[in-house]
């Protein structure tokens, strides 16, 4: 049973009527989203901040969470992003001398619904057989007439443009300014330790809004552009693929992580799709084609782009695939500088396998100025 001290009920509908019965350990209400997994077993709170989980529910396929707190520093947004939570057990005694805080006063703050006392890998196994698919939890509702009409106004993630809801709405800075490499950020939800790889490795960030034209961030004078990763369908977002096609034919050079890969692709006329039930987790194999070498990685992802296509374009070259279901997970354009990769290399939370990718960026950058 969980160990964070509370007795009312929740209750969890999934859009094929599966229901289960937990224990509230956040916020009262009612929240549902499309559902998703989460197979890692750290990082908890920086999962919770992602903005590419906005409108998602999360299950949480580790055992248990809460064990070492909470802490200011471990986020990759102002707030927590997903729409409810999902686990088994958790606790508010955490070992972190370090920790702000316990986990369920940071629901609470949050304002998150979440259910606990649920058999999470059962759940997972389902959603791997099932797909993907919405549901709603809620400690209000526990009749399943009224879960089931507030579900149906739940919608579909196909289609849907998250990323304009989760990008700045006003252009910021990230870096010290005296660095004379100079990077434009297109922000559909970019996580903060992206901004921090780069900044590090001495650019000058500009963040711009998702609808920016490369026109408007030209003022800033950037020697490269990051596409970021973010939310939703990218095949809603013709008007982000217009400005990638903009960066492109002005032989710029370019980095997409995860959304932003899928932005590359379509640019290139190649396809996105909804996959059956994504990839999300810091286990995740990956093999990188131009070295021979594989690294583990962290994703979160429930859109791939067509293999079938991609193949087919002769003006780029599949870069890396994914060891577990061969899914491509990085491009790289053979007739301009850029490229893109479908996991996260900064890593938070994760193995640091693949942070070389943002030393190949600012090489490319320095190559092509």
Do not use: W
Not at 4 to 31: C, E, V
Not at 115 to 124: G, N, S
Not at 297 to 323: A, M, Y
């Amino acid at each position: 049973m969980s160990t964070i001290s509370t007795t009312k009920k929740a209750y969890l509908l999934l859009q094929d009527g599966t229901m289960m019965q937990g224990t509230s350990i956040g916020a009262n209400g009612t929240a549902g989203g499309e559902l998703c997994f989460n197979t890692g077993m750290t990082g908890y709170q920086e999962v919770f901040t992602d903005p590419s989980y906005t409108g998602q529910v999360l299950i949480m396929n580790t055992n248990y969470i809460g064990n070492y707190g909470v802490k200011s520093t471990d986020v990759e947004s102002d707030k927590v992003t997903i729409n409810a939570i999902i686990c088994k057990n958790t606790t508010n005694r955490y070992s972190r001398p370090m920790a702000d805080g316990d986990l369920g006063a940071y629901l609470l703050a949050n304002n998150v619904v979440a259910i606990a006392d649920i058999d999470t890998r059962a759940l997972v196994a389902h959603v791997r057989t099932k797909g993907a698919m919405n549901c709603i939890v809620s400690t209000e509702l526990d009749q399943v007439e009224a879960l089931q009409a507030a579900l149906t106004k739940v919608p579909d993630m196909s289609g849907l443009d998250l990323s304009s809801m989760v990008s700045t709405k006003e252009a910021y800075t990230v870096g010290t300014e005296q660095n004379t490499l100079r990077i434009a950020v297109l922000d559909f939800g970019v996580k903060r330790h992206i901004l921090t790889s780069l900044a590090e490795r001495g650019a000058y960030l500009k963040v711009f809004p998702a609808h920016t034209s490369m026109q408007e961030m030209e003022t800033f004078q950037p020697h490269g552009y990051f596409i970021s990763n973010g939310p939703g369908d990218p095949g809603a977002m013709d008007y982000a693929v217009a400005t990638v096609k903009d960066i492109i034919a002005a032989h710029k050079p370019l980095f997409g992580i995860c959304l932003g890969h899928q932005l590359l692709a379509r640019a290139n006329d190649i396809p996105t799709f909804k996959m059956h039930h994504g990839h999300r987790g810091l286990n995740h194999p990956v093999k990188n084609l131009l070295t021979g070498k594989s690294e583990i990685t962290t994703q979160n992802h429930g859109f791939g782009i067509d293999p079938e296509v991609t193949k087919q374009k002769s003006n780029l070259t599949i870069s890396h695939i994914n060891l577990n279901d061969h899914s491509i997970e990085g491009i790289k354009m053979l007739d301009r500088p850029a490229f893109s990769v479908q996991y996260h290399p900064e890593s938070t939370p994760g193995p640091h396998d693949s942070r070389y990718l943002f030393e190949d960026f600012i090489a490319m950058i320095k190559n092509n100025n």
